[in-house]
């Protein structure tokens, strides 16, 4: 997790654009993947991107990987309540390497 | 059909005791992992299988010991339990570990929350 860094926390409106941020030290990481862990539950995986992309889109979420800096993002567009949940961002190159989590607040 | 289910979904326990947590998963996938998430909510692999074979043992103490009776299968067992074990257990499975630095989607049980007293 120390490889990995995320901020803790991120509130949005109902409707805006969130975009929940990752830097990682691992340049050789080959996947990189973003999962969603909602109050109670496990993780379940939103998205991933291959390390040679620098985006990728699937519907409302757009993946951004910037591999000069090390810098992954994820866009949420019209982040709606259920969106509410916390975020992993995690590296992959022999194992998934999990940041701390993103806490995404969505309020009306 | 639940992909990867974990039992008991809630533990309460007393210092001392010995517990065991199970996991399986009808995916037919070759790897299962065990995971720690603690009240900060940050998330650490204690161990791997791949084919009933352990693969990754991150630094956890001894008194955690996984079992692989085959490869569906992956049960945790904690002997002496402390107050500092008290977290979220996940299970997780994937087709293979993707060694070679391959594609490696994993798939999550719901958690067992271990609360030791």
């Known amino acids: 997790g120390e490889d990995v860094e995320q901020s803790l926390f991120l509130s949005v409106r109902e409707g805006d654009s969130s975009v929940i941020n990752c830097t990682y030290t691992?340049?050789?990481?080959?996947?990189l993947y973003w999962y969603k862990q909602e109050p109670g539950a496990g993780l379940q995986l939103l998205t991933y991107?291959?390390?040679?992309?620098d985006m990728k889109q699937d519907q409302r979420l757009t993946v951004l990987l910037n591999k000069k800096d090390k810098h992954l993002s994820l866009r949420i567009a019209d982040t709606q309540t259920g969106d509410s949940a916390i975020y992993f961002c995690a590296p992959k190159r022999y194992a998934l390497n999990f940041g701390k989590g993103t806490s995404l607040l969505v309020t009306p | 059909d639940t992909a990867v289910s974990q039992t008991p979904k809630y533990l309460v326990t007393q210092m001392g005791n010995d517990k065991s947590i199970k996991c399986e998963q009808n995916?037919?996938?070759?790897?299962m992992y065990w995971y720690k998430q603690d009240s900060k909510k940050f998330l650490k692999i204690m161990f791997s299988?791949?084919?009933?074979?352990?693969?990754i043992n991150e630094t956890v103490p001894n008194r955690f010991s996984p079992k692989s009776p085959d490869k569906a299968h992956l049960n945790l067992h904690i002997n002496s339990l402390e107050l500092g074990d008290s977290a979220v257990y996940f299970c997780?499975?994937?087709?293979?570990?993707?060694?070679?630095?391959?594609?490696?989607?994993?798939?999550f049980g719901p958690g067992t929350r271990l609360l030791v007293l």
């Open positions: 997780a499975s994937s087709q293979d570990m993707g060694l070679a630095g391959g594609e490696e989607t994993q798939y």
């Open positions: 995916l037919g996938h070759d790897t």
């Open positions: 299988y791949n084919n009933k074979e352990l693969i």
């Open positions: 991107i291959f390390s040679n992309m």
């Open positions: 691992d340049s050789s990481s080959t996947y």
